[in-house]
């Protein structure tokens, strides 16, 4: 039984590897439910963990799981202190702790970006993170650790990555590293950033002229417009010689 539960525990992290990008060291986040079962199963955590994920490990816990041990009372206090020995990671209700399965949601979002594995005893948290791709889970059962095998929501969205309905983790990072290598990215910033600034054009020559002062009262004579082709016609007034007696009387007389 141990060999079959091994065999299926590498078959389950290879799923993840592959197709949620997951990597050594593991982080796994531990709640109050799961260190309590381990302290009655027996089950050291920090030696059969890292056995039983066949890699190196990061036991953590947040604050908020911590405050919810404090508040059971004493019935709790070795599971306490075993959660103490962990790394606290930080959350978002530093101020106003929330109940550990909430808190624990919380820090996977939507996608379960920092890739934990979540380790508890709690059925609502359960039920919660089988809404979300991408998420190992672990609990005790029969004083053993066990990695559950992936949720229909995983399954269902490698599914959706293998016909191209979405972009897996992995490319999403390959394609960020090579906007960021070839600097698309702040290219494009710099682009929405700038104002685009306008070319200084030189002024108008002819509104610079002065506009000619008009005397008063003397109208303007109206231009006479030419049809094209016609030629202007000089007109000579010739004068008439005036051959009169009395003419030619004044000119005797001179």
């Known amino acids: 039984m141990g060999l079959k539960r091994q065999k299926q525990a590498k078959k389950t992290i290879s799923f993840y590897k592959y197709n949620f990008s997951f990597r050594q060291p593991f982080q796994i986040l531990i709640d109050g439910t ?28 947040t604050s908020c799981a911590l405050k919810e041990l404090e508040t059971l009372g004493k019935e709790l206090y070795g599971a306490k202190i075993i959660l103490q020995r962990f790394q ?15 808190c624990l949601l919380s820090m996977l979002e939507e996608t379960n970006p920092h890739h934990y594995f979540i380790a508890t005893q709690d059925h609502t948290l359960t039920a919660g993170l089988k809404k979300i791709p991408g998420v190992p889970l672990l609990y005790i059962i029969q004083n053993t650790i066990v990695l559950d095998k992936p949720c229909q929501t995983s399954l269902d969205h490698v599914q959706a990555i293998q016909l191209g309905e979405l972009v897996s983790p ?30 200084q ?28 082709g016609e030629k202007r016609k000089r007109s000579r007034h010739k004068k008439k010689q005036n051959n009169t007696p009395a003419a030619a ?6």
């Open 34 to 61: 799961f260190s309590q079962a381990a302290l009655k199963n027996k089950i050291q955590i920090k030696e059969q963990m890292p056995k039983y994920l066949m890699g190196e490990v990061q036991l953590c816990t």
């Open 88 to 102: 606290v990671r930080r959350c978002a209700h530093f101020k106003s702790p929330v109940p550990a399965s909430e």
């Open 170 to 199: 992995a490319q999403q990072q390959s394609i960020r590293s090579l906007k960021e290598e070839q600097g698309i990215d702040q290219k494009d910033g710099e682009r929405r950033g700038r104002k685009r600034k306008r070319k």
């Open 201 to 228: 054009s030189n002024p108008n020559p002819l509104s610079c002229l002065k506009k000619k002062k008009k005397g008063k009262g003397v109208p303007t004579p109206p231009l006479k417009k030419t049809e094209e």
């Open 249 to 254: 009387a004044v000119v005797t007389n001179t």
